[in-house]
């Protein structure tokens, strides 16, 4: 099973990732002193590319991490990434 998540500057989007099967997919924002700053997404995706927009009310301009963890029949996969909100 495999996951890519890529480093991105961005504006409203999450880096976007390409998922090789279906999967029950979780994807939150934290700072960078570890405490949860928002969940982005809960739920199934489809195999493929994927990102999810981003809501940036309430979150500054700066660096934070972006967890994706990725669920399905082969196994649980998790990835951490920085994300750069502009």
């Known amino acids: 099973m495999w996951v890519k998540i890529r480093l991105i500057y961005l504006e409203h989007k ?27 997404y809960n739920g199934s995706m489809d195999a493929g590319a994927n990102d999810i927009s981003i809501n940036r009310d309430g979150l500054q301009s700066g660096l934070y991490l972006c967890k994706v963890a990725v669920s399905n029949g082969n196994g649980i ?10």
């Open 14 to 40: 999450t880096p976007p990732f390409t998922l090789e099967y279906d999967s029950e997919v979780s994807i939150t924002i934290y700072d960078l002193n570890g405490r949860q700053v928002r969940n982005l």
């Open 77 to 86: 996969f998790e990835e951490s990434k920085k994300l750069v909100i502009k």
